[in-house]
Each structure stands twice: as C-alpha cells, then as structure tokens.
C-alpha cells in the first residue's frame, strides 16, 4: 500500500485537511473529511477492505454519526490529493448506480459523504445474486434473439431457394420451346 500516512492530505471534494482514522480489523489508516464534506480517500486497494458488508466499517460510522456534512459538486472533476492527476468518475458496482473519483496513476479513490454505504449495499450477496440473475437474463434472452434471426434468415433463404428453382424451371421450358420452335421453323422453310 503506497503509504501517505505521515502527510495530511487535503480533500480533492472541497479542499479540507484530512483526518487519518485508523481502521483496526484491516490495519490501515483511511483519510477521511471529517470537518468537511464527508469524503473519504482510499490508498490503492484499500478500498477492498471495506465494499463488501461484511467488512468492518465501524470506526467510520461512529465518526460519521449525527454528523452534517458540507454539500459539494459531484460532477466537478477531482485532483488526487496524493499525486496531483486528475481523477476519473467511475462505477465501482455492477449496477452502475454509485460514481467514485478514481485516480489512474497511484490507484487511489474518492467516495463522497455516503458512497461507501450505497457501494457495502450494492456488494451484498443477495444483490450480487440479482445482478447475476439479471446478467444470465440478458445473455438468454439474446441467444433467444439469435435464435430466432437464425430461424427467420433460414425461412427466408428457403422461400428464395424455393423461388430460384422455379424460375430455373420456367427459364428451362422457354428454352425448350425455343429450340422446339426453332426446329419447326426450320423443317417448315425447307
Ligand atoms: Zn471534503
Ligand atoms: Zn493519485
């Protein structure tokens, strides 16, 4: 872990130092705007210790409760507070529903006031199991699809096999004609 524990870190959400929380159960310290907008900074990985429920989060919710916290814009692009990149929006969850602030070079990310929660509850097993579900949904219902274009091309070409067989035939017995008449003609004249 790319370690800034000695250094405040100023919030990339509204520019107040960052206090350090010691997280016991996974060893790390996390920066958290506590007298600010709430965010919170996570060193590269980090933040794997603590999307999933049953990670323990509770020093953060002991500190986070009762407490208002400044409002920020969201949209606003973000500058990683330990390398100074420009951080990129976007999805830690399968559902596309919550947008974090992610910085390409070292890894870190931003979650804004609340985030964290959103991500713990999207990550839950029952909701996993859902976004399977709805993944699994989507795969057969195109193979339904496919089948079914595969059903419609055949019926197709075979109309159209069906067709060129007749006009072959047609084609064939006015050749035949033709020549027949031809031969006539000729037996005629002579
Ligand atoms: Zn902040
Ligand atoms: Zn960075």
Redesign the pocket.
């Known amino acids: 872990m790319a370690d800034n524990d000695s250094v405040v870190i100023k919030c990339p959400a509204c520019g107040c130092e960052m206090v350090k929380v010691f997280m016991p159960k996974a060893g790390v310290n996390l920066d958290v705007c506590i007298n600010g907008c709430g965010g919170i900074y996570f060193d590269n990985r980090e933040f794997l210790e603590f999307d999933e429920p049953h990670e323990d989060i509770s020093p953060l919710e002991e500190l986070f409760k009762d407490k208002e916290f400044k409002h920020v814009d969201e949209n606003q692009t973000r500058y990683?507070?330990?390398?100074?990149?420009a951080?990129m929006k976007n999805y830690s969850d399968i559902g596309k529903e919550v947008q974090v602030d992610e910085?390409?070079?070292?890894?870190?990310k931003f979650l804004d006031n609340q985030e964290i929660k959103k991500i713990r509850s999207l990550n839950s097993p029952e909701n996993r199991q859902r976004s399977d579900a709805i993944v699994k949904n989507l795969y057969s219902s195109v193979g339904i699809e496919l089948e079914e274009k595969k059903k419609r091309y055949n019926q197709l070409t075979h109309g159209f096999n069906k067709l060129s067989r007749m006009i072959f035939a047609v084609f064939m017995i006015i050749t035949i004609l033709v020549i027949c008449i031809g031969f006539i003609l000729t037996f005629l004249v002579k």
Not at 80 to 85: K, S, T
Not at 103 to 108: F, L, M, P, R, T
């Open positions: 990683c507070p330990v390398c100074g990149n951080m910085c390409y070079s070292c890894g870190g």
